[in-house]
């Protein structure tokens, strides 16, 4: 099925009567879900993201691998104090990371954000960042497709099209309580936990929370979303402020601000390393969601810890990176100085901070003068920092109304897959934007829902 012939005909189907309906009723739903960035909607467009099965199943197949992998270097990373020297920890990280959270997997709730070309029949997939610690949008995008689905376009096009979407709320709960239920092995722990979405109160995502909140008591469970700071341990128990006790942590907050606004001996960094409380992701996931993480992989110091076909994934999916610093490596084989190599072919290559999220402080040398890079590679050498190498960003079109009038032009997009107890994947979050980094967060952008599409075939 060509993937292209699906997009003209859901763009021709888009007449001027149907896109004002269209967007008018987008508008509303997004209005009465809460489908809001802070006080951004969530999607400015009138067509979803759609991947054929076999993309799909290519993005899957690809990922199952790096999975092992990327479990394998996290555990003997806590094992071995020197392999671990290459994730760059900072000390209070490093006594963190060994607080047992009562499972193994590290990162058993996550997000890979990649570029996925998809043109034609050759398939390219790139994962340049592994979000372990705070995987974010899997309910929002759940709420997107149900939005979608009921559309005044969605219902001409599912006449020529079928689509189904991949929801992830489910497999997010699924997880949480797998991860308590090996938790409360031998505790005396209550057998259906009660439930704190943790997190700052003033966050823009807190919309989500909502969301998740709702989904959590349909399914017959206690939930309360809770600030760090408005928390008590006693007793040996963790209860929020007006004292719902918390069994289970969903934890959003990000582990750094966590420490610096409650400290590391806080309630509940107290709670969660006394045993008295299960959090989900734990604090190991820190490993993983430093940006080393992809250098662990792809540096040619630790080929030998992988097996045959995650060195192949490796090689396939994870772009070029190295923590910077003065050494001697090999790029596609070659031995290079590090930093007089990535001076000289500047426009091949991203710096990016070790621990930060929302495109803060990347640095892309295609889109910064000589002069400027030198700055940034210096600030490399100071703070810990990785270099990647540059990959083909995709685009796609997507139609919008501006002004009352229907506009359709090409917009970068990105494909972040939902990881599952660090085996599998399903579903993906699909981010656009006119900006490369891609990133909602960063004050831009749109977020819209990935639908599997076939065509339907007349009897």
Request: aromatic letters at 12%.
């Amino acid at each position: 099925m060509s993937l292209t012939e699906a997009i003209i005909t859901y763009h021709d189907l888009l007449t001027d009567t149907m896109a004002d309906d269209t967007q008018a009723q987008l508008d509303d739903q997004l209005r009465s879900r809460g489908l809001f960035f802070g006080d951004r909607p969530l999607c400015t467009v009138l067509r979803p993201r759609f991947l054929t099965p076999e993309q799909y199943n290519f993005m899957r197949a690809g990922i199952r691998p790096l999975l092992t992998a990327f479990e394998k270097i996290s555990h003997a990373a806590v094992a071995d104090r020197e392999f671990r020297a290459q994730f760059g920890l900072f000390d209070w990280e490093e006594s963190l990371i060994h607080v047992d959270p009562g499972y193994r997997v590290h990162a058993p709730l996550s997000r890979l954000d990649s570029f996925f070309i998809t043109e034609g029949d050759a398939l390219e997939l790139k994962f340049t960042e592994y979000n372990a610690e705070v995987p974010a949008a899997s309910a929002y995008n759940d709420v997107l497709n149900e939005v979608f689905f009921g559309l005044p376009v969605m219902g001409q096009f599912l006449r020529h099209y079928a689509i189904r979407p991949v929801p992830t709320r489910h497999s997010v709960l699924h997880v949480l309580l797998s991860a308590y239920k090996e938790w409360a092995t031998g505790r005396a722990a209550p057998a259906k936990p009660q439930i704190a979405i943790l997190d700052w109160g003033e966050v823009p995502t807190r919309s989500e929370f909502e969301l998740f909140l709702q989904y959590f008591n349909s399914q017959g469970l206690e939930c309360r979303i809770v600030d760090p700071r408005h928390v008590e341990y006693r007793g040996g128990a963790l209860y929020d402020g007006e004292g719902f006790r918390i069994d289970l942590i969903y934890k959003r907050v990000l582990i750094t601000e966590l420490i610096e606004i409650c400290g590391i001996d806080g309630p509940v960094v107290q709670a969660v390393r006394n045993g008295d409380v299960c959090m989900v992701n734990p604090f190991a996931c820190k490993l993983l969601y430093k940006k080393a993480s992809l250098a662990v992989l792809s540096d040619e110091r630790n080929a030998g810890l992988f097996s045959e076909r995650e060195a192949a994934a490796i090689g396939e999916h994870i772009p070029w990176t190295r923590v910077v610093e003065e050494r001697t490596t090999t790029y596609r084989g070659l031995p290079v100085d590090l930093i007089p190599f990535i001076h000289k072919y500047r426009e091949q290559f991203v710096l990016k901070p070790n621990d930060d999220y929302g495109g803060r402080g990347i640095v892309l040398g295609w889109q910064t003068n000589s002069s400027g890079w030198e700055a940034a590679v210096q600030t490399a050498l100071e703070t810990p920092h990785v270099v990647q190498e540059r990959v083909r960003i995709p685009n796609e079109p997507y139609p919008s109304l501006v002004d009352g009038r229907l506009q359709i032009y090409n917009r970068m997009l990105d494909t972040a897959p939902f990881v599952f107890y660090g085996e599998y994947t399903d579903g993906c979050l699909t981010r656009l934007s006119t900006d490369p980094l891609l990133n909602v967060s960063a004050g831009g952008g749109s977020t819209v829902p990935t639908f599997i599409v076939e065509k339907r075939f007349a009897r």
